[in-house]
């Protein structure tokens, strides 16, 4: 079967599906690919909102809150990059992902940090429905008194279970009766609190033995919960300097600080500033925005999406129609780039969700035909590793 399909306006008017409140939809997400990264276009309350939907429907959903950490980290692991990259949602917890934001001309303009969500839930936001918290890591001493203050000024939040598993292995903390135990507490929200690493695979390796819908990651939220750390007050955390006040109460972070800001400084040197300029001379140039022609192929075992013309952000709702209907088959899909002239952290964003749903699907997703330009792209936005898949 053969079909060939132009974006237009009325088009996607008329095509367009919006992810539903009852089902969450990752390729109606507004995503962008930041250095190899998924960031979410969110503010907190389209967060709260997800959270409670999910709560409400029982459904799995993981929220990764991507920082400067989770950045470097995805450099170098791929293992710990799938976990940000198979999230539901990953709004930008630290202020370095929002000045890259900026620099690149991207539309992240909200922080939307763990604790800060966790403050919200308390408060009982917009008058959301209660939530049951399970509260799963922390040091000696620190998730009990994270729960009895949780518990202690009621509000949006209730804690009905905590568990301290020590400084065991991923595999330790799996076991089957911590996982009953979780289960059996019939909460609403898993809070993780161990390294980034081990809480983000963690989660993800018990993704499908967890009932708990609504699963993060928030480190150190506990520990402000409990009261053994105080955040930064709001006027040090707006200016992008909370990192200082967390080394003057944590002195052992300045060396992960130190060496992630070391990395941040390549990259700005490498990636981020390279494509900031070709940003801004492409908008200098003044160019007229191209359109984008998908031909889709179809045979009995694939899906083929042939992308001519310009793969960005002003041609991506007419794209997230045609690439949901090409999920929709639940075939192997190549996404053929041989007739794209350029391509953008929106449209690579787009492409990690239909990749994210290809492997739900156990499908998988291929990229094909990429000229030497659209490569350098890829590669700017730290997002080289898609073309390796097959």
Known sequence: ????????????????????ASKWDDLSRKVYCVLGITIDAIDMPELLRAVANAAAEKSP???????????VQSRTDPEFRDTVLSSELCPAD????????????????NRVAGS?????????????????LFLFGGAEGTVDAAAKAINRNSGGLSCVGFINPGFGTIEEMSQDHIIRKINASDADFLIAAL?????????RRNHFRLRIPVRAHLGATVNFAAGKLRRAPAAIRKIGLEWLWRIKEEPYLWRRYWDDGRKLLGLLLTHILPLAIRNRLNQLRGRKPQGLLIESIQDCESVTLNCNGAATASNIEGAISIFRDAAATNKKIHINLSGTCAIDARFLGLILMLRKQARKQGTGLSIIGVSDRVRTMFRLNGAEFLLALN
Request: glycine share 6%; proline share 5%; hydrophobic share 45%.
């Open 94 to 109: 630290g202020m370095p992902i929002i000045w890259i934001a900026r620099l690149l001309g991207l539309p992240i303009n």
């Open 195 to 203: 390294s980034a690493r081990k809480g983000q695979l963690w989660l």
């Open 116 to 132: 800060d969500m966790l403050e919200a839930l308390k408060q009982n936001y917009d008058g959301m429905p209660r939530l049951k």
């Open 1 to 20: 079967m053969r079909a060939i399909e132009r974006i237009s306006k009325s088009e996607v008017e008329s095509r367009s599906v919006c992810a539903s």
């Open 61 to 71: 959903f993981l929220i990764s809150t991507p920082n400067l950490n989770f950045l």
